[in-house]
């Protein structure tokens, strides 16, 4: 079983930055894909960014310039750095892995931004 557990958010004024961070574990198949994603009550889950294990990138053009995403393969980790954050940017973010093994999604941590 593969358990995802992401960290890092909490409340940021407008403009200012946060890291969050997404920590794999279980059986974890070598190619996979890391993404996040944010939703907010009543909306749809949207794709934020992407990294695959080789590194290649991908990003939501409303966070291109702003969010930046990485990943650690010795510890199947994958962050998330958003700076220059915006008030309609509240949301839960949720950590998702893709793999040859299934498709996996963790808890989601919240992340306010105040105007």
């Known amino acids: 079983q593969v358990q995802l557990v992401e960290s890092g958010g909490g409340l940021v004024q407008a403009g200012g930055s946060l890291r969050l961070s997404c920590a794999a574990s279980?059986?974890?198949?070598?190619?996979?894909?890391m993404s996040w994603f944010r939703q907010t009550p009543g909306k749809q889950r949207d794709f934020v960014a992407s990294i695959t294990s080789g590194g290649s990138t991908n990003f939501a053009d409303s966070v291109k310039g702003r969010f930046t995403i990485s990943r650690d393969n010795t510890k199947n980790t994958v962050f998330l750095q958003m700076n220059s954050l915006k008030p309609e940017e509240t949301a839960v973010y949720y950590c998702?892995?893709?793999?040859?093994?299934?498709?996996?999604w963790g808890q989601g941590t919240q992340v306010t931004v105040s105007s």
């Open positions: 998702r892995l893709i793999t040859l093994g299934g498709d996996y």
């Open positions: 279980g059986r974890i198949f070598s190619a996979n894909v």
